[in-house]
């Protein structure tokens, strides 16, 4: 019987065993937050308009779009929430496990690009922080998330990843890059 599954699988090959795997494995949402630091070192929090009352502060955050790598998740949401580019650093952080999401989080660059123009609809208010002065009400996660990455911009390789939970894939289909979904 494990021979006729094993020839069975091998006769059908391509996209139709990768649509079986999709079928079979888990689906994941991927969250993505940039730690957005500007020159001085200060970290850019978003007040958003739907997240509860008490803990509106966090840092810029969005959804992964099919395709889209994780970088340019970071700088879409940045730019679609407060008009500003910036440049990706270093992965700070990587956890599954919360129900079916993903969450990640790079470091990221504001050098000048862009005016600040607030999406209403999603931010309600925008502030660049010092580290050590951060607003009540900011989600206790991008607290931790602005500690650990301090100063890691541009400076690949130094520091670690957090890293939590787990996520198994049998194998990624051709052509997908590292960090796509």
């Not at 996209?15 to 020159?39: C, E, I």
């Not at 966090?58 to 008009?83: C, D, I, N, S, Y």
């Not at 500003?84 to 990640?104: K, P």
């Not at 130094?158 to 979904?181: F, I, K, R």
Request: hydrophobic residues 40%; glycine residues 14%; positive net charge.
């Amino acid at each position: 019987m494990k021979r006729l599954i094993a020839r069975l699988w091998h006769g059908i090959r391509g996209s139709v065993q990768w649509r079986l795997l999709y079928l079979s494995q888990a689906k994941f949402m991927v969250g993505v937050t940039g730690v957005v630091r500007d020159r001085d070192g200060n970290v850019l929090l978003l007040r958003h308009r739907f997240w509860p009352e008490h803990r509106q502060w966090g840092l810029p955050t969005g959804g992964a779009k099919r395709g889209e790598t994780f970088e340019q998740t970071v700088v879409r949401e940045v730019r679609e929430e407060t008009g500003l580019e910036v440049s990706v650093g270093e992965l700070v952080h990587l956890r599954s496990g919360f129900r079916l999401r993903v969450e990640v989080a790079y470091e990221a660059f504001y050098a000048g690009g862009g005016t600040m123009r607030l999406n209403a609809m999603e931010i309600l208010e925008a502030r660049w922080c010092a580290p050590g002065d951060l607003p009540e009400g900011l989600l206790e996660p991008h607290r931790r998330l602005i500690t650990s990455s301090r100063g890691k911009v541009g400076r690949g390789g130094e520091g670690g990843v957090e890293v939590g939970g787990v996520v198994e894939a049998p194998q990624d289909p051709p052509g997908l890059g590292q960090h796509q979904v």
